[in-house]
């Protein structure tokens, strides 16, 4: 059986428990992964919250969860990427999830292989945050990543945060000067938040705590051209 949590929201409580489910079959051009990793996202709490409906979750009971990493361990029709044994990471639908089970059906197209030097803990935290760092410069500010553009000045706000800490490292790829804004370390979450020191040493620019506004304008203020 696919022991996985389901849990039932509404638009006020939820109501969180284990429970064991059959194990999914995958569709046409989808693989059934086996878990070993996976990362929760802020609209991954949203939807627990019931503050995504009536959009998400599209079903209840629901399997929350989308960022993870695993082993492929079926190979739906059509499938021709990968094999039964691969290493990967996936990104699941918001709509259904999965990503709290032991077992979860993937999409092929938002499955990429992972490299034997990366841990499931690190592939599982890279979807929905690296993608959105990777779609924020590449497609709105049109950085080249293989660093073959002329250098442009980029201000990327929330570097600490989740997505900013993958924006900072991929505009350097791409050959950018970064001034980054971010807060203090957060007392309340000290392994999912950077300090400003932190940060700097990411972006080897300008760093800085947007909670001062005399520093913070200082920093930003000449950034008026790329």
Known sequence: M??????????????????????????????????????????????????????????????????????VVELGEDVKNFKVGDKVVAMLSYGYGGGLGEFAAANA?????????????????????????????????EIKLDGTDEPKNILITGASGNVGLYAVQLAKLGNAHVTATCGALTPSYPILCLDAANARCLARSSVSHYTLLSQWTETVCNIDES
């Not at 709490?45 to 695993?70: E, N, S, W, Y």
């Not at 499955?111 to 924020?136: F, I, K, N, Q």
Request: net charge neutral; hydrophobic share 40%.
């Open 2 to 71: 696919n022991f996985r949590v389901e849990y039932i929201c509404s638009a006020i409580v939820t109501d969180s428990q284990h429970v064991q489910v059959p194990i999914p079959t995958p569709k046409k051009n989808e693989v059934l992964l086996k878990l070993e990793a996976a990362s929760l996202n802020p609209g991954d709490c949203k939807i627990q919250k019931g503050q995504a409906r009536p959009i998400f979750p599209r079903k209840l009971p629901h399997i929350p969860v989308t960022d993870v990493a695993g082993e």
């Open 109 to 141: 197209e938002m499955v990429v292989a992972r490299p034997s030097e990366v841990s499931a803990a690190d592939g599982a935290g890279l979807p929905v945050a690296a993608l959105s760092a990777h779609w924020a410069l590449t497609k709105d500010a």
